[in-house]
C-alpha cells in the first residue's frame, strides 16, 4: 500500500502513518449559541483570468527560521507573523528583518511526526492573537492571547478549545478568522490511517470537521457557537460543526474579493483534493471516509456528498496537498483571480481557475518551493510560500 507523507522541518506530518473547556470526542457540554454575524456583501470577477499568461517566480523574504509552518499578519501592523512548529512565533519586518526575540513561545508541545505548534491567526480588529498546537498528550488546544500594543502578554493565555485526539498525527491544525470575525478551526480524522475509528461521517465527533465559533466567553463557557450553524440544535451532532467528511484539511482560506472558501485536503494511498464552496454554504459533507477525492474508500459516496473541485494523483509524484490562495494582490495582474497551491513532494506551484464552481483551466505555474509546507496571504493580497529548510518566498511576477 502506497501511503501519503507530508515531512515538515524534522518532523514529519504522514497522511495515512500510524484547560479551561476540556473537551472529549463527542462527549463536551454543549456551549451557548450566539447571535449570527453579519457577513460582509461579497462582490464577483466578472472575467476569467488567463492562466496561460501567468508568469511567476518567488523571492525570498526571510530565512533562518525553524520549520515554519503558517502565517498570519495582523490589522494595522507591517509585521509578518510565522509559526515554528517547534513552538516560537516569530517576528519579521517590513524590511525582512528576523527579530531574535520571538512574539511567543507556546508549549509545552508535542513534538512528534504531525505535532507542535500548527497554526496561528489574529482577531480581525488585531487585538487577539489565536494559536493551535498539541499538547503533550497529543491533544488538540486553541489558545487566545491579548496583544498589548506591539507585544503579546503570555499571562493573559486563555484557552478556548481542547479536543482530545486518539493518534499523533491528521491534526488538521489550520485556525482562520472568517470574513465574518468567527473563529474557523480544521480538525483532520484523529490519524492512523484508513479512519479506523469511522470519525469522518460522524458528525457526533470534533474530528474531521472545520468548525466554526465565536472565540469570546459567554455564559460561563470560553466560546459560543454562532446560531446560524448548520446543526445547531440538531440531535446527535456537534453544534461547532461547519463542514465535515474531511481527511486532514492541511490549509483552507477564504477568499478576499468574494468570500468563497478553498480547502485542500490532504488524500491516503491515491489522491489528493481542493474542495470549493461558494460564500456562505454550510453543512457540506465532502465524503471521507467513505471515499477518498471522488473514489470509494471505505464505502460509496454518501448521500448529498459534495464532489471535489479537483484532485490530484500520486501517480505523477503528488503526496500531500498544501491549500493556498486566490490572488487578490496587484503585483501580478495577470494572477489574479487565480487559486495558487502546491503538494509537499512534487513541489510545483499550480494555478487553477474556477467559473461557477468548476475548473476552466489548471496548469503548473513553471516555479517550484522545495519542501513546501504552507502559504500566507498579506493584507494587500500578496501571497507567500513557505519552505520547510526555513524560509519564506513572495510570489512576484516573471
Known amino acids: 500500500m502506497r501511503h501519503s507523507s507530508f515531512f515538515v522541518g524534522a518532523l514529519v506530518l504522514t497522511a495515512c502513518s500510524s484547560g479551561s473547556s476540556s473537551t472529549t470526542t463527542g462527549t463536551a457540554p454543549i456551549p451557548p449559541t450566539s447571535a449570527a454575524p453579519t457577513l460582509t456583501t461579497?462582490?464577483?470577477?466578472?472575467?476569467?483570468?488567463?492562466?496561460?499568461?501567468?508568469?511567476?517566480?518567488?523571492?525570498?523574504?526571510?530565512?533562518?527560521?525553524?520549520?515554519?509552518?503558517?502565517?498570519?499578519?495582523?490589522?494595522?501592523?507591517?509585521?509578518?507573523?510565522?509559526?515554528?512548529?517547534?513552538?516560537?512565533?516569530?517576528?519579521?519586518?517590513?524590511?525582512?528583518?528576523?527579530?531574535?526575540?520571538?512574539?511567543?513561545?507556546?508549549?509545552?508541545?508535542?513534538?512528534?511526526?504531525?505535532?507542535?505548534?500548527?497554526?496561528?491567526?489574529?482577531?480581525?480588529?488585531?487585538s487577539k492573537l489565536y494559536v493551535d498546537f498539541?499538547?503533550?498528550?497529543?491533544?488538540?488546544?486553541?489558545?487566545?492571547?491579548?496583544?498589548?500594543?506591539?507585544?503579546?502578554?503570555?499571562?493573559?493565555?486563555?484557552?478556548?478549545?481542547?479536543?482530545?485526539?486518539?493518534?499523533?498525527n491528521h491534526k488538521g491544525g489550520e485556525v482562520v478568522t472568517g470574513p465574518d470575525g468567527m473563529l474557523y478551526?480544521?480538525?483532520?480524522?484523529?490519524?492512523?490511517?484508513?479512519?479506523?475509528?469511522?470519525?469522518?461521517?460522524?458528525?457526533?465527533?470534533?474530528l474531521s470537521k472545520i468548525l466554526r465559533i465565536n472565540p469570546a466567553p459567554a455564559g460561563g463557557a470560553p466560546y459560543s457557537v454562532p446560531a446560524d450553524n448548520p446543526f445547531v440544535g440538531q440531535p446527535g451532532t456537534r453544534p461547532e460543526?461547519?463542514?465535515?467528511g474531511l481527511r486532514n484539511p492541511w490549509r483552507f482560506s477564504f477568499d478576499r474579493a468574494t468570500g468563497d472558501v478553498w480547502i485542500g485536503d490532504v488524500g491516503q494511498n491515491e489522491y489528493e483534493e481542493v474542495d470549493f464552496a461558494r460564500a456562505g454554504a454550510k453543512g457540506i459533507n465532502w465524503g471521507w471516509s467513505d471515499r477518498e477525492g471522488a473514489h470509494?474508500?471505505?464505502?460509496?459516496?454518501?448521500?448529498?456528498?459534495?464532489?471535489?473541485?479537483?484532485?490530484?494523483?500520486?501517480?505523477?509524484?503528488n503526496c500531500a496537498i498544501v491549500g493556498g490562495y486566490v490572488y487578490r494582490g496587484?503585483?501580478?495582474?495577470?494572477?489574479?483571480?487565480?487559486?495558487?497551491?502546491?503538494?509537499?513532494?512534487?513541489?510545483?506551484?499550480?494555478?487553477?481557475?474556477?467559473?461557477?464552481?468548476r475548473v476552466v483551466a489548471r496548469r503548473d505555474l513553471d516555479e517550484?518551493?522545495?519542501?513546501?509546507?504552507?502559504?500566507?496571504?498579506?493584507?494587500?493580497?500578496?501571497?507567500?510560500?513557505?519552505?520547510?529548510?526555513?524560509?519564506?518566498?513572495?510570489?512576484?511576477?516573471?
Not at 50 to 73: F, Y
Not at 337 to 356: I, S
Not at 369 to 381: A, K, R, W
Request: with cysteine.
Open 42 to 126: 461579497t462582490t464577483r470577477n466578472p472575467a476569467a483570468p488567463d492562466l496561460a499568461a501567468v508568469r511567476i517566480t518567488t523571492t525570498a523574504v526571510v530565512s533562518g527560521l525553524d520549520s515554519p509552518v503558517a502565517l498570519a499578519w495582523r490589522a494595522h501592523d507591517s509585521r509578518m507573523f510565522v509559526a515554528e512548529q517547534t513552538g516560537r512565533i516569530r517576528v519579521v519586518s517590513a524590511d525582512g528583518t528576523l527579530s531574535p526575540t520571538p512574539l511567543l513561545t507556546i508549549g509545552p508541545l508535542s513534538h512528534g511526526n504531525e505535532e507542535g505548534l500548527l497554526g496561528i491567526t489574529f482577531s480581525r480588529d488585531g
Open 330 to 357: 496587484r503585483a501580478i495582474p495577470t494572477l489574479r483571480g487565480v487559486y495558487v497551491f502546491g503538494d509537499d513532494c512534487r513541489q510545483n506551484l499550480v494555478g487553477v481557475v474556477a467559473v461557477d464552481g
Open 185 to 206: 478551526l480544521g480538525l483532520g480524522d484523529g490519524g492512523s490511517e484508513g479512519d479506523p475509528m469511522r470519525v469522518g461521517q460522524n458528525k457526533s465527533s470534533f
Open 368 to 398: 517550484t518551493v522545495s519542501m513546501l509546507t504552507t502559504f500566507g496571504e498579506d493584507p494587500s493580497g500578496e501571497i507567500y510560500a513557505v519552505g520547510r529548510a526555513g524560509t519564506v518566498f513572495r510570489i512576484t511576477a516573471r
Open 296 to 317: 470509494d474508500f471505505n464505502g460509496t459516496a454518501p448521500a448529498g456528498a459534495r464532489d471535489p473541485l479537483l484532485e490530484t494523483s500520486h501517480s505523477v509524484g
Open 134 to 168: 498539541t499538547d503533550p498528550d497529543d491533544d488538540t488546544h486553541v489558545d487566545e492571547y491579548t496583544m498589548q500594543g506591539d507585544v503579546a502578554s503570555a499571562s493573559s493565555r486563555r484557552q478556548v478549545l481542547v479536543v482530545q485526539q486518539p493518534y499523533s
Open 241 to 244: 460543526t461547519w463542514m465535515w
